[in-house]
Each structure stands twice: as C-alpha cells, then as structure tokens.
C-alpha cells in the first residue's frame, strides 16, 4: 500500500529563516498530496495539496511541488514567524480515500 | 458554516469497558473518516464511510466498529477497552471520500484508558 517518510524534527529555527521538511512517498499511481499542520492543543488544518504531478500547493507563505519523478511533496516556507510553531504532517491519498499520514515534523521556531 | 465536530471532547473508561464516540459532518458532506492519532505520532486510518456504506477499513482489530446514520453523521464503537486505545480520536468529513477531496477534521475526542 501507499507509505510515507517524513523528516523527523524537532525543527528549530530563527524567525525569518528558510524552511524546508522533506517528504516522500510511495504510492500505486499518482496519489493526491496533502500538507496538515497541528498546532498545540488543536486539531489538524488542512495547509496545502497538489492533486496531480507538478502541481503546485501554496497558502501562508508555505509551498509543495508534487514531484512524480522524485515521489516527494517537500514543505518550503521563505521566512518563518514564530507563529509558525507547529507539527507538519505529509500525507498521500490511500487507495480506500483514506490519508497515509507520516509521524510529523515538530517545528519550533525562536524570535 | 459550522465546522466538523465531535463528541465528547474528553472521555476517561476503565479496561474492558465500552465506548461510544460520536461525529457531524460539515453541512453538505456525505463521507466521514475515522482516525486515532496516539501520543507524539501521525493519525492512523480506521474506517471512512459514504452514504451509510463502509467504503474502508484500515488495521484495526474487531473491537472498532463505526456507522453512519441517513444525516451523515457518525458514530465509532469500541469495545472491551485496552490501555493501547488511549488516544486521540479523530473524525474527518469530506464530500464525497474521493482521493481528491480535503478532509475536514474535527478537534478530536481524548479517550483514556485506565
């Protein structure tokens, strides 16, 4: 079935700092990709997704590429806030319209 | 529009007890998906329903079982608790549950197994 592997953090940064959080899957097909950030003490937000290859997913400032050669879906942000402070989860479609979550970035991010 | 949510928002059981929890989708949506996310991991997939039908099922043991009523709505039953259970229990509504569509997560239920 699909899986994913995700940068394990914790993340620690500087506001202002360029962020990047690896991810890759493998997949049968082309999944959707999905980007969710949990911030503490809250449920999942949806942050970004790309539904087909070379899409790109954008919202806050954050970015993905849907990658079909390279199977990744990697996270960028230019210039991180402390507000950003947040665990970061990559997750492919599955075959039964499920998410295939990976165990999540923690990023910290320090003024 | 309201968002996805859930009940209740925190529940503590005893071993072998059983539990009910419950979910409503966002207005409009017809499938719902079950998650439990344990303690410093990612969520893991239980069950997603569409129009009252399990469409799927992930690697969970008998014990779990969910429905969903004619309003969408849902419910995830688990019975003859472990301590392994303790966990944040997610529900997600989505149109329709294709591969396509964002899942629309509700703040969770917190169950504790003592």
């Known amino acids: 079935g699909n899986s994913v592997t995700q940068m394990e953090g914790p993340v620690t940064l500087s506001e202002e700092a360029f962020l990047t959080i690896n991810c890759t899957y493998t997949a049968t097909g082309y999944p959707s990709l999905f980007w969710y950030v949990q911030y503490p003490g809250e449920g999942l937000q949806l942050l970004l997704k790309a539904t087909k290859a070379d899409d790109k997913g954008s919202n806050k400032g954050f970015e993905a590429t849907y990658r079909k050669e390279t199977t990744s879906f990697h996270l960028e942000k230019g210039s991180v806030q402390v507000s950003d402070s947040a665990v970061y989860f990559c997750a492919p479609g599955g075959s039964q319209g499920n998410l295939i979550f990976g165990k999540g970035t923690k990023l910290s991010v320090k003024p | 529009d309201a968002g996805v949510t859930q009940s209740p928002t925190h529940l503590i059981k005893t071993r072998g007890q059983q539990v009910t929890l419950r979910c409503s989708p966002i207005?409009?949506?017809?499938?719902v998906s079950w998650y439990q996310q344990v303690l410093g991991q990612g969520p893991q997939f239980i069950f997603q329903y569409y129009e009252k039908e399990e469409r799927g099922r992930g690697n969970f043991p008998d014990r779990f079982s969910a429905r969903q009523f004619p309003n969408y709505s849902s419910e995830l039953n688990v019975n003859a608790l472990l301590l392994g259970d303790s966990a944040l229990y997610l529900c997600?509504?989505?149109?329709?549950?294709?591969?396509?569509?964002?899942?629309?997560f509700g703040p969770g239920t917190r169950l504790t197994v003592l």
């Open positions: 997600a509504s989505s149109l329709v549950g294709r591969d396509t569509d964002t899942q629309y």
């Open positions: 207005s409009g949506h017809k499938s």
